[in-house]
């Protein structure tokens, strides 16, 4: 089991970038969330999907965030303008039914 | 309602004591309450999971104690060990197919 497989591991890039974050969930999953984690906010809920629908985004901050899954197995998570409070760790996780959640070990983001 | 308070922020414990996190909730619908360990550089991974129709869940060192009438639950690690230091989040929801509400996160580190 490969578990959940996020890229890229770490990424810095310049205030204004464009920033994608990608997720490979577990295999047989059906529900995927991505998180954000940082020191003052903690672990945040961005968004969730279900069978490759989103069934909240009530967490994404602002319209600079987006998430996609064309597919069961492929998500990415984009930051379009990207701004230094961005910087932060974000994970992404899956889940089967009535199973835990399984994170991946996320990608630690720096906007400078 | 929707919050998960969890204490202490941080826990520093001799090797061999027992550590002690609580955490308290208030939506009387959440029925399943799950904690995740956390160490640097990587995701939360569940560590041991709880549903309100028992009082006390045990697995090796890692014990959940429940107190649905005062809406309470804590982790105890019993026979501390320094590989126990991590950050350590209790959760819930409504059902394991919701969200997890998660708490503030505790930082604990035993002491050799």
Known sequence: DAGVIQSPRHEVTEMGQEVTLRCK??????????????MMRGLELLIY??????????GMPEDRFSAKMPNASFSTLKIQPSEPRDSAVYF??????????HFGDGTRLSIL | Q?????????LIVQKGGISIINCAYE????????????????GPALLIAIRPDVSEKK????????????KQF?????DSQPGDSATYFCAASKGSNYQLIWGAGTKLIIKP
């Open chain 2, 2 to 10: 929707q919050q998960v308070k969890q204490s202490p922020q941080s």
């Open chain 2, 27 to 42: 939506n009387t619908a959440f029925d399943y309450f799950p904690w995740y360990q956390q160490f640097p550089g990587k």
């Open chain 1, 92 to 101: 992404c996780a899956s889940k089967g039914n009535n199973q835990p959640q």
């Open chain 1, 49 to 58: 999907f279900n069978n490759n629908v989103p069934i909240d985004d009530s």
């Open chain 2, 59 to 70: 697995e090796g060192r890692f014990t959940i104690s429940f107190n649905k009438s005062a």
């Open chain 2, 74 to 78: 804590s982790l105890h690690i019993m």
């Open chain 1, 25 to 38: 969930p577990i295999s047989g999953h059906d529900y995927l969330f991505w998180y954000r984690q940082t």
